[in-house]
């Protein structure tokens, strides 16, 4: 008997949980919202709640998804910077170590006046260039790639044997004067690190305060770019693909930078989709247009919506119910669509973000997922509170995903 793969789509709502708001008469944003799909999903399918990393630690963006994948976080992941770098398209290897790095404006005394040197930067490409393939003087083993990304920001990749991600920020995050960087262990890839990263930074300084195009930036009234600020030091997380672990071929529909890179470093083919952005303006309805395409090629397509943590960062319930309310319809569009004894439908959130906190917290967040064997468990809504009452009860969450490839049928037994 011949049968048919069965496959996944994977949506994840970042920041989306949140804590009772008073103005929403003790409701969540999730409560408070329209949600007749995600409804919809909690009642056909099984539902829970997720510990992104353990209970009460707040996770970034990065673990958590890394979490959601299936990865022990505490193992694998070693910074952010690399996962930014293999997001924005740059291929590193895992020797490298990585920052997010700043075009910014300091006075001669190395005190920062603006972060970001004015956020517009037509000649983004040709400054980083003019710093792109740097050798250190202290150590000549290594080399020092730049490239521009969005707007003022960078990224820039040491490259070479002996090095560490275990270094502190030169960018001071603030007006005040650029840090020097310091190892954060005692081993000598850190020391030699941090004293590149330095020199490093002397260099951009001296390059970037005598080019001319920072001379025309100033005629045009603009700051000069005349230092690049680095932060966020990191190396590829050290993990296996899915494709490895369980056979599966994976995609993924993801705007932000970072996830991307998490999506890239668990192997997932990254697909460009029009129209689909990580801010508020996103279009849903494409995403799940092209989610439904992916489903001929791939066992498990990820998708992921960004506004409903930036709307919660900025404190606006309104916004996040909007944001709710998009990430919604893209639910209605794909349960009208998937044939649901062939396809699963999983939905949950990286993080808890509450309006009221501004920033992420260890709460769990709920998970509903529907296909071919579920066990429905009586819950009738999804929210934070309703799919506490779940079947899966509450779960740590690199737990999911073997769940998800038992459900596909691709688990190997243990014992005999
Ligand atoms: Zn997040
Ligand atoms: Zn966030």
Known sequence: MVTERKNIIFIVV???????VLSLRGLTPLEAASKPGMDRLAKIGICGILDIISPGVPPGSDVAHLSLFGYDPYAVYRGRGGLEAL??????SSDDVAFRANFATVREDM?????????????GDKLAEALNGYRSKNFPDIEVIVRHTTEHRCVVVLRGPGLSHMVSDTDPHGESKVLESVPLDSSFEAK?????VNEFTRHSYEVLHNHPLNAEREKRGLRPANILLLRGAGRLPDMPSLKELYGLKAACIVANALVRGVCRAAGMDVIEVKGV???FDTDTNVM?????????EYDLVFLHIKGTDSASHDGDIEKKIFMIEKADSLVSLLLDSIDLGH???VLTADHTTPV????HTGDPVPVAIAGPGVRSDGVKRFSERDCAKGGLGRLQARFLMPILIDYLGLSKKYGA
């Open 14 to 20: 970042d920041g989306l949980a949140d804590r009772p």
């Open 87 to 92: 997001g924005a398209g740059i291929n590193i």
């Open 111 to 123: 005190t920062v006046i603006d972060r970001r040197a004015g956020r517009t930067f037509p000649e």
């Open 192 to 196: 030699k690190s941090a004293s590149v």
């Open 277 to 279: 952005t990580g801010g």
């Open 288 to 296: 799940g247009y092209a989610a439904l395409k992916l489903l001929d």
């Open 343 to 345: 396809t699963y439908l």
């Open 356 to 359: 009221s906190v501004k920033e």
